[in-house]
């Protein structure tokens, strides 16, 4: 998961690749690894929205930034099941820069219980 994150969040930053392309590589990358957090602390969904609530248990996460992946999350739904994308560019800024931010969260997690 972590690699994919990675990966995700990697060509999320790459502004060549389309709009909708970078956030989805975006949210994904932050799913996964709110996903990854909650399993290192030995817990397990199946449920996209419960892993960002978790976010402030996990790693500590401020509201403000659990808020942003929640808007994230219904924006990411609007996309892919209504077809309407209603996200800009300051809005993929913040999803990428609060990704960057999460990521580092998790690698200090398992560097911390290594």
């Given at each position: 998961?972590?690699?994919?994150?990675?990966d995700?969040?990697?060509?999320?930053h790459?502004?060549?690749?389309?709009?909708?392309?970078?956030?989805?590589?975006?949210?994904?990358?932050?799913?996964?690894?709110?996903?990854?957090?909650l399993?290192?602390?030995?817990?397990?969904?199946?449920?996209r929205?419960?892993?960002?609530?978790?976010?402030?248990?996990?790693?500590?996460?401020?509201?403000?930034?659990?808020?942003?992946?929640?808007l994230?999350?219904?924006?990411?739904?609007?996309?892919?099941?209504?077809?309407?994308?209603?996200?800009?560019?300051?809005?993929?800024?913040?999803?990428?820069?609060?990704?960057?931010?999460?990521?580092?969260?998790?690698q200090k997690?398992m560097?911390?219980?290594?």
């Amino acid at each position: 998961m972590l690699r994919s994150a990675v990966d995700r969040l990697k060509d999320a930053h790459n502004a060549v690749l389309s709009f909708a392309s970078r956030f989805d590589l975006a949210y994904n990358a932050a799913h996964a690894l709110a996903l990854t957090a909650l399993r290192l602390h030995g817990y397990r969904s199946d449920k996209r929205y419960l892993v960002f609530q978790c976010l402030a248990h996990t790693l500590d996460t401020d509201k403000a930034r659990v808020r942003l992946f929640a808007l994230c999350y219904d924006r990411r739904n609007l996309a892919e099941y209504e077809g309407y994308m209603d996200v800009d560019e300051a809005m993929l800024a913040e999803l990428v820069a609060a990704t960057d931010a999460l990521l580092e969260q998790v690698q200090k997690v398992m560097a911390d219980a290594r």
